[in-house]
């Protein structure tokens, strides 16, 4: 049976954030309020906050070097523009860190994809898609990591995947009326 994921229990009692979302500025929450929605839905403990690697490098440090004692298991980092946050946090731990390039207003976010998916062999970080998307899916992947302990997890992300597919049949059916509609 698909469970909706809103409506699903708490699989994680505890209330030390295991996601950890940063983003550059506070004007990338609009970006990254859609990776904070995936912790909400799945009752993931996280956090969210602003650190920038530009401008409050200090803090920035500090974040990263204590992320891995605070128990943070994943990090989504948002940033736009000249987007150095999440491959400086990658640089300071190896907890995975996953990073959403925010559209950017001069380049349409292709700035800050580049900037996050160029990084030097042997500082690992993930990039994904530019925009919403790519917080949907920063958020849904931080799931499959904290899912290879979490056998519950696991399924409710598959009862999500397959509401998605259902969602996706039931599209088709009304593109398919439609076309008979025009070919009467
Ligand atoms: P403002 O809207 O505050 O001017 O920020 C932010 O992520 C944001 O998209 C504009 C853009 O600057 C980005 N920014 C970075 C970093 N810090 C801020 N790319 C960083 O450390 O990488």
């Known amino acids: 049976m698909m469970t909706n994921p809103k409506n699903a229990k708490n699989t994680n009692k505890q209330k030390k954030a295991l996601v950890s979302i940063v983003m550059g500025s506070q004007s990338d929450y609009e970006t990254l309020k859609h990776s904070e929605q995936i912790m909400i839905d799945f009752s993931i403990p996280y956090e969210i906050q602003v650190v920038s690697a530009h401008r409050t490098p200090t803090l920035m440090y500090k974040f990263a070097q204590e992320a891995m004692k ?3 298991k994943v990090i989504i980092a948002g940033a736009g523009g000249s987007a150095h946050l999440p491959g400086m946090i990658s640089s300071l731990t190896t907890i995975p860190v996953l990073g959403v390039p925010v ?3 001069g380049l349409k976010g292709l700035d800050s994809l580049l900037s996050i998916v160029q990084m030097p062999a042997g500082i690992p970080t993930a990039c994904f898609a530019i925009g919403k998307a790519g917080a949907i899916n920063a958020g849904l992947f931080a799931l499959e990591i904290l899912s ?3 056998k519950l997890l696991a399924k409710r992300i598959e009862a999500y995947r397959c509401q998605n597919s259902k ?3 039931d599209g088709n059916k009304v593109v398919q009326t ?3 509609e025009k070919q009467k």
């Open 70 to 72: 605070r128990g943070l």
């Open 178 to 180: 439609r076309l008979r």
């Open 148 to 150: 290879l302990q979490d």
């Open 103 to 105: 559209e950017s207003k």
């Open 167 to 169: 969602k996706a049949q």
